[in-house]
């Protein structure tokens, strides 16, 4: 089995943050080496005067605040684990 230190990321633009938030939930051990790329499906230029692009990156915003809420949550249960609280067993 390999160890990957380091990986290269090559993703749209307009993806990258949610990819490398995701990656970093499931490979914290890794270092992610982001190269974006340009969509042909997104405007880049005077985006914001497109309401199908508006939609689309509005979109990507409601799932990139879910993935960062989901990689806080995970990091803070491995801070806190189980509360500082001792598990008892009983031998049955």
């Known amino acids: 089995q390999r160890r990957y230190h380091r990986l290269i990321v090559v993703t749209s633009s307009y993806h990258m943050a949610r ?4 990656f ?3 490979m914290p051990d890794v270092q992610f ?4 790329v340009l969509s042909r499906n997104v405007r880049d230029h005077a985006w914001w005067q497109s309401p199908s692009t508006l939609r689309f990156l509005f979109g990507e915003c409601v799932k990139f ?3 960062a ?7 803070a249960h491995a801070l806190i684990g189980d509360g500082g609280r001792e598990t008892v067993t009983t031998a049955r």
């Not at 990819?19 to 995701?22: I, K, Y």
């Open 19 to 22: 990819t490398l938030v995701e």
């Open 24 to 26: 970093s939930r499931a």
């Open 33 to 36: 080496v982001a190269h974006p």
């Open 65 to 67: 605040i879910a993935a």
């Open 69 to 75: 809420t989901r990689l806080g949550l995970s990091r």
